[in-house]
């Protein structure tokens, strides 16, 4: 058991698509292993990117850039007969977590849903991230003796579902998801934000986590000039982080930076996410998935205008060329030196960037995605 959980976490996963085979001419292996003529996926650099593809309500696009020295950024489609369902998984500490979710999040999500004959309610979406939670706890319970680091590693966790006529967005910690909506027949597209932040650099996290810890005077603190949840983090909520939600795991053993002076009472972190239920509109163009990386350096607006006023193919890509534009701008270097930048040092200019763009065909939507591509694609690095 324990031989084969390490060997789930060490894993480093390839760019792949499973199905879509019609749309792409070629199939790709469960392992990661590309059976045509690689013209799908590409890779520029520390960027990797997929600028078109069908999914089951129109088209996406997807981009990837790593920042770190392990990608700990991860990211996914899956679109069939129950509608779509989106990923975008921001680890922090390492990539074990995001690449747990990545594997079982959606595993999840299906055997829950099925329970209840395929309808998908904000509790299936709720329950789908506690079971999650619960199994990379389970494994954190396994190797804990001999990997003590593993109860410090957590992830951001945004999800989109597509059922029917509605989108379900849930979220823990800082992703966003950002709505192009067509402002009547101006030409215009609105940026309409759709996910709830949990950052405590926000003051209605701060106040949220002072209510729920109210004998804690400590429960956030300023530390150079950042809010951060008992000094140490910033996101409020998550996946993982195991450390400051069970007090068998704060102990000597993890590394003295993250190591609470007092015993973990109740979970300081939650792994129940934010759920917004709307009802998709004619109007409503396409959605931008994305880690905070992208959002460090794009506005919402800046975001959508992006979208809005150039082609499909490659959106993603443009989009995260325009934050690395920003980043560069920053620090008053020039985009083409800061692409040069080896990853681990790129960290101290940007983050790891996910991105994927999803463009809302009404029409289809409206007829159910019974007769749509069956997609799954999962977006990372060799590293």
Known sequence: M???????????????????????GAAVGVNGNYNGDGDDFEKDGLLWFRDIGKYGS???????????????????IESGSFGTFVGVYDGHGGPDVARYVCDNLFRNFQAISAEDYGVVTPETIRNTFLETENGFTAVVSELFNVRPSIATVGSCCLVGVIYQ??????NLGDSR????????????????????????????????????????PQIVALKHGVWRVKGIIQVSRSIGDVYMKHSEYNTDQIAPKFRLPEEVVMPILSATPSILTHAIQPSDSFLIFASDGLW?????????????????AGIAKRLVKAALHEAAKKREMRYSDLRKIDKRVRRHFHDDITVIVLFLNYDQISRGS??????????ALEH
């Open 2 to 24: 324990l031989e084969g959980l390490m060997n789930l976490l060490s894993v480093c996963w390839k760019p792949f698509i499973k199905g879509d085979s019609s749309e792409t």
């Open 58 to 76: 129109g088209e996406y696009s997807m981009a990837v850039v790593q920042a770190n020295q392990v990608l700990e950024d991860q990211s996914q």
């Open 165 to 170: 006529q509605t989108l379900f967005i849930a």
């Open 177 to 216: 998801v950002v709505l192009g909506k067509k402002v009547g027949n101006t030409g215009g597209m609105a940026a309409i934000q759709l996910s709830s932040e949990h950052n405590a650099n926000l003051e209605e996290v701060r106040h949220e986590l002072k209510s729920l810890h109210p004998h804690d």
């Open 296 to 312: 460090e350096h794009l506005s919402n607006e800046e975001a959508v205008e992006i979208v809005h006023n150039n082609p499909r």
């Open 370 to 379: 019974a007769n749509g591509p069956n997609v799954s694609v999962r977006s």
